[in-house]
């Protein structure tokens, strides 16, 4: 079980909107920044958001991150097919002194 | 552009030891602005943080594998490793490696974001 909770599975239909939330707490998400990851099939993993809600280069501004207390979320707008990934939150634990990863989320793009 | 690289067996048997080295290229392991670490990925599971190397040799692993994890870096070669002793099926995985970005926090370093991530080595323990 994670530290990190996300839901196991999204799905939406082309073109829409889809919110993925991560719910920690007051020691990981609460105190410290999130960054998000995407992994497509049989690929490792990439960062698609860094410090809440900032976005590497290249990455589109149809991903968005966002944080509010404990919890953390990544909207992804105008939802395309090569979105189907799975999508990983992941903070550091100011408590226990690790990195946690949440157990991640299916995007389904119906 | 950083890239990294895992290299190393495929296939060890129960109760040895998992042996994995990073090579990283694009990049100087000697950079005081990151760690680096590795992450394992069981078949259809999560994300699973093992630990993490500066170059001056600071470690910090993961509690739940901490009596089994080293992890070293070389700065030399510019390879970070991984070894993991008394393995069990349960280690089966893809093992990752990434650079992490360092950042001052409340008070100390703590990582910040992985980026970039090697494409990831399968590793499979079984007799």
């Known amino acids: 079980q994670s530290v990190l909770t996300q839901p196991p599975s999204v799905s939406a239909a082309p073109g829409q909107k889809v919110t993925i939330s991560c719910s920690g707490s007051s020691s990981t998400i609460g105190s410290n920044y999130v960054s998000w990851y995407h992994q497509l099939p049989g690929t490792a993993p990439k960062l698609l958001i860094y410090?809440?809600?900032k976005r590497p280069s290249g990455i589109p501004d149809r991903f968005s991150g966002s944080k509010s207390g404990t919890s953390a979320t990544l909207g992804i707008t105008g939802l395309q097919t090569g979105d189907e990934a799975d999508y990983y939150c992941g903070t550091w634990d100011s408590s226990l002194n690790v990195w946690v990863f949440g157990g991640g989320t299916k995007l389904t793009v119906l | 552009q950083v890239q990294l690289q895992e290299s190393g067996p495929g296939l060890v048997k129960p109760s040895e030891t998992l042996s994995l080295t990073c090579t990283v290229s694009?990049?100087?392991?000697?950079?005081?602005?990151?760690?680096w670490s590795w992450i394992r990925q069981p078949p259809g599971k999560a994300l699973e943080w093992i630990g993490y190397v500066y170059y001056t040799g600071t470690m910090n692993y993961n509690p739940s594998l901490k009596s089994r994890v080293t992890i070293s870096v070389d700065t030399s070669k510019n390879q970070f490793s991984l070894s993991l002793t008394s393995v069990t099926a349960a280690d089966t995985a893809i093992y990752y490696c990434?650079?992490?970005?360092?950042?001052?926090?409340?008070?100390?370093?703590?990582?910040?974001?992985?980026?970039?991530w090697g494409q990831g080595a399968l590793v499979t323990v079984s007799s």
């Open positions: 694009g990049g100087s392991v000697n950079s005081g602005d990151y760690y």
């Open positions: 990434a650079r992490v970005k360092r950042n001052f926090w409340t008070g100390y370093y703590i990582p910040w974001w992985f980026d970039p």
């Open positions: 410090d809440n809600n």
